[in-house]
């Protein structure tokens, strides 16, 4: 396999559901990130991992909670979701966290849906 | 805090014709310049990056920055139905900061 991988495509989940995204890169990156894409906003940096150490947590609620156990995977925790949190979740990685030449590569996102 | 502004679009522009696609941002220190294309249904892809003023040319793309009107823009050439997607850019200084992006159609 090659780039990013994310799974599951698709989540229909339920408020006191608790799940887990995943994500795997294959390119050798070092920093790794989730963004939420809603519809009519700008794509929303939630947390960046730089050599599996979080960085950044843009004030993101504590129901999700990011894990990154090495370099190449990264999970989203969810529980307790509110059904404004149905979006397009999106992984994506780049070469390393700060460095100028910053270039996101993202996986195919996994839709959402909180009822 | 920090904006990028795209007009939403959409832009309708035939096929064959050239398509310029804006961007304005609001940090004036921000050092790096991103255009992202996002097919509906599917994840951005990055198609151009460009880091200091002037034109940066890559097959039928063309990125211009002008750091002084903190302005940054995306022009395609001989446009193709398959160019219809939304554009995405993105700014960063110390983050990486999206638009919302505009829904480019290309009509046949």
């Known amino acids: 396999e090659t780039g990013v991988t994310q799974t599951p495509r698709h989540l229909v989940m339920g408020m006191t559901n608790k799940k887990s995204l995943k994500c795997e890169q294959h390119?050798?990156?070092?920093?790794m990130y989730w963004y939420k894409q809603s519809a009519k906003k700008p794509l929303e940096l939630m947390f960046v991992y730089n050599f599996k150490e979080q960085t950044e947590n843009n004030s993101v609620p504590s129901r999700f909670s990011p894990e990154c156990p090495n370099s190449s995977h990264l999970f989203l925790h969810l529980h307790t979701l509110q059904p404004e949190d149905s979006a397009l979740y999106l992984c994506?990685?780049?070469?390393?966290?700060?460095?100028?030449?910053?270039?996101?590569?993202f996986g195919s996102g996994t839709q959402l849906s909180v009822l | 805090q920090k904006e990028v502004e795209q007009n939403s679009g959409p832009l309708s522009v035939p096929e064959g014709a050239i398509a310029s696609l804006n961007c304005t941002y609001s940090d004036r220190v921000s050092q790096s310049f991103f255009w992202y294309r996002q097919y509906s249904g599917k994840s951005p892809e990055l198609i151009m990056s460009i880091y200091s003023n002037g034109d940066k040319e890559d097959g039928r793309f063309t990125a211009q920055l002008n750091k002084a009107s903190q302005y940054v823009s995306l022009l395609i050439r001989d446009s193709q139905p398959s160019d219809s997607a939304t554009y995405l850019c993105?700014?960063?200084?110390?983050?990486?900061?999206f638009g919302k992006g505009t829904r480019l159609h290309i009509l046949p």
């Open positions: 994506a990685s780049s070469r390393e966290r700060g460095s100028g030449n910053e270039k996101l590569f």
């Open positions: 390119l050798g990156h070092n920093a």
């Open positions: 993105a700014v960063k200084d110390d983050k990486i900061i």
